[in-house]
């Protein structure tokens, strides 16, 4: 499986962007897709995912912010009334194999920033 973001890059604070994840491969074997992002110097951090059976999660900084949504291979990360602090690098994410024994693949990630 290999996954490729894509977005504006670019948005001012107060706006809105939609970043977008393309699954190619043996994409049958996707269980579940997510974005995490990071900070230079900091750990890579959960942003939000959509599960196997289609449930969203995201993480409380982006509640209420944030629209995660999957379109077969295709995942989608709406980000409104973007922050200063919504600036990372944001990696697209899929859980593949079987549930007992998932492997994680990333994609390369996309700069995301958020002019004030």
């Known amino acids: 499986v290999q996954l490729a973001e894509s977005g504006p890059g670019l948005v001012q604070a107060g706006g809105s962007l939609r970043l977008s994840c393309e699954a190619s491969?043996?994409?049958?074997?996707?269980?579940?897709m997510g974005w995490r992002r990071q900070v230079p110097g900091k750990e890579r951090e959960f942003v939000a995912a959509?599960?196997?059976?289609?449930s969203p999660a995201y993480a409380d900084s982006v509640k209420g912010r944030f629209i995660v949504s999957r379109d077969k291979n295709t995942l989608y990360l709406e980000m409104k009334n973007a922050q200063v602090e919504d600036t990372p690098v944001y990696y697209c994410?899929?859980?593949?194999?079987?549930?007992?024994?998932?492997?994680?693949?990333w994609g390369q990630g996309t700069q995301v920033t958020v002019s004030s």
């Open positions: 994410t899929a859980a593949i194999g079987p549930p007992q024994a998932l492997m994680t693949v």
């Open positions: 491969g043996s994409t049958y074997e996707i269980y579940s």
């Open positions: 959509v599960y196997h059976d289609g």
